[in-house]
């Protein structure tokens, strides 16, 4: 079965603070796709990141970088020099390969951040 | 990027009563949708898929005959919550996928209904 654990159901940093968002998964597919959204206040996701299981590169987009091992299972999220805006919940997600119509995704718990200014 | 709307996008009504939530894909056709449903300070749990022109498939826990969902068109899929009651107060997000392809996200979700049953 798959499932994906956010341990920190909270974090408050204060702003210009880096901040990393844990989150290891579980699954028996050798092909898989890994992904991160965000969730302001609006409800509206927001999608930040897809990583398929046969790309192991660390990517980094401005102030974000994930760092996906598939050693530990774990698909971590860090925002550096965090800000007020980046105040959110964010979801780590898993689902099986991209195109079969019955694959689906899989959401952790999610992990709300404040960022105090 | 795909574009999915919902409708509406926050709705009150009395226990007892149905409600319909629309989905629509605005610039592509979605072979596949899926409901989400959200309570407060929780996270996303799926509710059901639907592929066009088929039944359904509900998730476990999830009543179908209390959550009706048609997909009867490529850009539009339907939740009916019928005879609503106060626990069935969520938010509701669908999602959308391309299944002909598609770079960077998989699924599109729509900007989620907001239910509240008096």
């Known amino acids: 079965a798959q499932k994906v654990t956010q341990a920190q159901t909270e974090i408050s940093v204060v702003e210009k603070e880096d901040v990393t968002l844990d989150c290891v998964y579980e699954t028996r597919d050798t092909t898989y796709y890994l992904f991160w959204y965000k969730q302001p206040p609006s409800g509206e996701l927001v999608f930040l990141i897809r990583r398929n299981s046969f790309d192991e590169q660390n990517e980094i987009s401005g102030r974000y970088s994930w760092n996906f091992q598939k050693s530990t299972s774990s698909f971590n999220f860090t925002i550096t020099a965090s800000q007020v805006v980046d105040s959110a919940v964010y979801f780590c997600?898993?689902?099986?390969?991209?195109?079969?119509?019955?694959?689906?995704?899989?959401f952790g718990s999610g992990t709300r951040l404040s960022i105090r200014p | 990027g795909a574009v999915v709307s919902q409708h509406p996008s926050w709705v009150i009504c009395k226990s007892g009563t149905s409600v319909k939530i629309e989905c629509r894909s605005l610039d592509f056709q979605a072979t596949t949708m899926f409901w989400y449903r959200q309570f407060p300070k929780q996270s996303l749990m799926l509710m059901a898929t639907?592929?066009?022109?088929?039944?359904?498939?509900?998730e476990q826990g999830v009543e179908k005959d209390k959550f009706l969902i048609n997909h009867a068109s490529l850009t539009l899929s339907t939740l009916t919550v019928t005879s609503a009651h106060p626990e069935d107060s969520s938010f509701y997000i669908c999602?959308?996928?391309?299944?002909?392809?598609?770079?960077?996200?998989?699924?599109?979700f729509g900007p989620g209904t907001r239910l509240l049953v008096l």
């Open positions: 639907s592929n066009e022109g088929s039944k359904a498939t509900y």
């Open positions: 999602s959308a996928r391309d299944l002909r392809g598609g770079v960077g996200e998989t699924q599109y």
């Open positions: 997600a898993l689902s099986e390969a991209e195109y079969s119509s019955a694959s689906k995704i899989i």
